[in-house]
């Protein structure tokens, strides 16, 4: 596996494969890997003839108080586990190189940022569809592979993507969870044993929606006060959203049907932010 951190470095690597007709599929990450980054990187494998995959700690898609500098990393492991999977590039870029002096341009998607994670992170999806840009220009790959964990910028990427006519497939890959059913996270290492059962709550949420809308309860409304109530019964939780949108455009929905996504957000122990997201009709 080559380890490369220059932009240029990375597009030449990138035009060498090509010329020589093999195809790319690409990862980006912020690296700190689990199963769930790892299971990416499989999809990736089956999606191309070469894989690689982007580390990098994006700085512009952090709000100022949130965890940029704390945020967990571990070079050396993901280095053993990305090249284990047969990942043929780790491009570990630094901020500098991904934003030199003078940097000044932004790409914006319009609306779909505004709803569930943008309404309390502003800014963020800006970072995002920036910085996710800027990479596929520099790797020049076929297709992509992103984790519909993050429902929502699964979404705004597609949208870029289809609006720019950026020449990239991109791939949705299902959550991985944990054997209890808590969603993967490089976050999730920042809990303690005792708010890890809180975590809980979020991936119960979701069944709990399922099984009350089998019980007959199709109002949004309804049910959001039985999840809520249910997050709230666990110590140290703080609901930050728990919303029901349409899968295409993440608006508000007042009746569950084929398309509702119940989306979650919750802070526990005012420390670590979780999401998680689910249909409610499987
Ligand atoms: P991150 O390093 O957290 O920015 O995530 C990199 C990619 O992995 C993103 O496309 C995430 O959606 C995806 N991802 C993270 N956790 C999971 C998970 N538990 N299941 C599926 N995809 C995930």
């Known amino acids: 596996m080559d380890i490369l951190n220059s932009p240029d470095e990375m597009t030449q690597w990138s035009r060498r494969q090509a010329l020589s007709g093999k195809s790319i599929s690409f990862v980006p990450t912020m690296g700190f890997f689990h199963e769930g980054h790892l299971r990416l990187m499989r999809k990736a494998k089956e999606s191309a003839d070469l894989v690689v995959v982007s580390l990098f700690v994006n700085p512009t898609q952090f709000g100022p108080n949130e965890d940029l500098d704390s945020y967990p990393r571990n070079f050396e492991r993901d280095q053993r586990l990305a090249e284990a999977e047969g990942v043929a590039v780790l491009f570990a870029p630094t901020p500098d190189l991904i934003y030199p002096q003078g940097f000044q341009t932004e790409v914006v998607v319009k609306e779909l940022p505004f709803h569930l994670c943008g309404k309390n992170r502003p800014g963020h ?146 420390t670590v932010r979780l999401i998680d997201n689910g249909f409610v009709v499987l």
């Open 125 to 270: 999806f800006n970072g995002v569809t920036t910085v996710v840009t800027k990479l596929f220009n520099m790797v020049l790959p076929q297709n992509a592979v992103f984790g519909e964990k993050d429902f929502q910028q699964l979404a705004v990427i597609r949208r870029m993507v289809q609006d720019l006519n950026i020449p990239v497939e991109i791939i949705g890959h299902p959550i991985v969870r944990e054997s209890d059913g808590l969603a993967m996270s490089s976050r999730n290492k920042y809990l303690t044993a005792s708010n890890r059962s809180s975590a809980l709550s979020l991936s119960q949420s979701l069944q709990l929606a399922r099984d009350s809308f089998q019980q007959g309860v199709s109002s949004t409304a309804e049910l959001t006060e039985i999840i809520s109530a249910h997050i709230g019964s666990f110590v140290g939780t703080e609901i930050d959203y728990v919303s029901f949108v349409d899968c295409d455009n993440l608006q508000s929905v007042d009746q569950v049907d084929r398309r509702t996504l119940l989306a979650l957000a919750v802070r526990i122990d005012s």
